[in-house]
Nanobody
Framework: QVQLVESGGGLAQLGGSLRLSCAASEFIFSNYVISWARQAPGKGLEWVAGIFIDGRDTRYADSVKGRFTISRDNAKNTVYLQMNSLKFEDTGLYYC??????????????WGQGTQVTVSS
């Protein structure tokens, strides 16, 4: 079955940390770039970070560079997003998806169902 399943979202303190997980089916994990994207309330989709199949190429949006780290565990078919120094503007629904951008929206590529991240004071 081709799927992506996110977990790890929740409520975090301003300046705090969260780690998101994305469990991928073998087919996706072995053949696709996997990224994280997010959607803040009332706003459009924003690509956040991506990692290449071999894990050697990682890319980040300017808004999260230096605070977020994307990584992958090949033994678990899982991609992680470590989020540190969280800001209010990091609040949103975080999706795991294939590809390095969000062109075409949720109709392009494979997407998970999302996990909610809320940053509060």
């Amino acid at each position: 079955q081709v799927q992506l399943v996110e977990s790890g979202g929740g409520l975090a303190q301003l300046g705090g940390s969260l780690r998101l997980s994305c469990a991928a089916s073998e087919f996706i994990f072995s053949n696709y770039v996997i990224s994280w994207a997010r959607q803040a309330p009332g706003k459009g989709l924003e690509w956040v970070a991506g990692i290449f199949i071999d894990g050697r190429d990682t890319r980040y949006a300017d808004s999260v560079k230096g605070r977020f780290t994307i990584s992958r565990d090949n033994a678990k078919n899982t991609v992680y997003l470590q989020m540190n120094s969280l800001k209010f503007e990091d609040t949103g629904l975080y999706y795991c998806k294939t590809g390095y951008n969000v062109v075409g929206g949720r109709s392009a590529g494979y997407w998970g169902q999302g996990t909610q991240v809320t940053v509060s004071s």
